[in-house]
């Protein structure tokens, strides 16, 4: 019995019957041996376990495929979206090329459209410089010759400052706008003058004469139009003394 029951163990370790079902090898087992032996029981445990053993091993490898499975058609997916997207990529690179290639001819555009316009506003600007240029030298020259054309004016009617007066502009200016002024105080003083020198010639001439009615002007009852024929009578005198005088 012992000789057998190893027997039945070493074929059932050694040869492919270890991959072989335990309900087929159970019955060839109970052909050949009359009874349970402990040798048997342990090589039909170890089938048992090799069988689970292998049972979990096929059920991993299942797990393991429908693994491969999930990831072959996640990728799968991935790719297409990939591709998807390169697609789209594509169409908006082309959109943006083009895009690009008409904002550059409008940046083109703009720039010789402000290089034309910048030339005419030179141009522009050119003509109306040169055209205040000739205005300004045009002044210039009115200004030199109303400055030596007053300068004589000036010097009599402000001797004072005979060597500055036509200085600069704004002293022309300045003793042209006093010139009123200065020209009435001047014949205010020329005719009190002229009226004294006469006065005093008269006075010499006639030394008991009264000269006080002069200061009331002519007689009463004069009218202009005899002042004027007065005026005209003396005046041949007047002139002979005003150059005596002077």
Do not use: W
């Amino acid at each position: 019995m012992s000789e057998s029951s190893d027997l039945v163990l070493k074929v059932v370790k050694n040869s492919n019957a270890k991959d072989t079902p335990l309900s087929v090898l159970a019955p060839l087992v109970e052909k050949g041996i009359g009874g349970p032996d402990p040798a048997l029981i342990e090589a039909k445990k170890q089938a048992e376990e090799q069988v689970l053993k292998l049972q979990a091993e096929l059920t991993r490898l299942q797990g393991d495929n429908e693994e491969l499975i999930k990831a072959k058609d996640s990728v799968e997916k991935k790719l297409a979206h990939a591709i998807t997207l390169n697609v789209k990529s594509h169409e908006q690179a082309n959109y943006y090329k083009d895009k690009l290639e008409t904002l550059s001819k409008k940046q083109e555009d703009l720039k010789k459209k402000a290089a034309n316009e910048l030339s005419a506003m030179k141009t522009k600007h050119n003509d109306e410089f040169m055209k205040m240029k000739a205005e300004l030298e045009e002044a210039r020259r009115i200004n030199d010759e109303l400055c030596q054309a007053a300068e004589p004016i000036l010097d009599i009617l402000h001797a004072a400052t005979a060597e500055s007066n036509t200085s600069s502009l704004q002293s022309v200016i300045e003793h042209l706008q006093s010139a009123p002024t200065r020209l009435k105080k001047i014949i205010l003083e020329s005719a009190s003058v002229a009226c004294g020198q006469t006065l005093a010639v008269i006075k010499s001439l006639y030394p008991k004469l009264d000269l006080k009615p002069i200061t009331s002007g002519y007689a009463e009852g004069t009218t202009d139009e005899k002042a004027l024929k007065l005026l005209d009578q003396v005046d041949g005198m007047a002139q002979m003394f005003g150059r005596v005088m002077i």
